[in-house]
């Protein structure tokens, strides 16, 4: 596979506080790869460094080969880096079909979003059934079916999706993760996916990066981690809760 995106030596500061540290990622074209880590660790802080909504105070973040560091969200959106934000962020008092078409000026095809339009209702039916309805009034899940949705519409090669499973029934976090891989095969998505747990992390990604107090602690394949006990000491920073991870990872 080829780099699609790398990120190196990536600090991200708030005032005085540094909430990402020396961070270094690399994502192969086409690839699934995943950071976990606790709440605070800095996961959403390195997607939006990468989508443009922060600049870091230190390193160099490249797509495609380019440097993007001090790039506007819009702009790297039409080069085709989209994020899905934690917390389903939604325009609720606008129908699903709104939220949909705010998207679609960014690819400037109204012919070609209004395709897209029809091909993602066929991935999210869900979205079908409730096209007419404010985004407001939709569960939990069908709000973040809604916020993916959107992000595709943008027309990405590179989907950073923060937190999918917050707040959402177990089930519903299974259809998004499912939702996911239908996409990275039909479409030739790179996926980069923020997590707290290693659940769902450990079926569906191929590269994990564990994240903890700002910095990486640890990358690995998927398959490598989930045979060791390297994850839960990186990611909890004690041997202490291995039984614990693993009763997570088996069930």
Partial sequence: MTEMLKVSDVSVAYGRMTAVR?????????????????????????????????????????FDGQTIVGRRPEDLAASGISLVPEGRHVFPTLTVRE???????????????????????????????????TAGKLSGGEQQMLVIARALMTRPRLLLVDEPSLGLAPKIVDEVYELLLELRRERGLTLLINEQTSKRVLK??????????????LKGSAQQLR?????????????????AWTEEVDS
């Fill in 22 to 62: 020396n961070v270094s990622l690399s994502i192969d074209n086409g690839s699934i790869s995943v950071i976990v880590g606790p709440n605070g660790a800095g996961k959403s802080t390195i997607l939006r460094a990468i989508a443009g909504g922060i600049k870091p105070s230190k390193g160099h973040i490249e």
């Fill in 99 to 133: 939220n949909l078409l705010v998207a679609s000026h960014v690819v400037r095809d109204r012919a070609g979003s209004l395709n897209d339009m029809e091909r993602l209702l066929q991935l999210f039916p869900r979205l079908r059934e409730r096209f007419s309805q």
């Fill in 204 to 217: 569906f990604a191929e590269t994990v990066y564990v994240l903890r107090d700002g910095s990486i602690r």
């Fill in 227 to 243: 045979l060791g006990t390297a994850l839960s000491d990186a990611y909890f920073g004690s041997v202490s809760h291995h039984e």
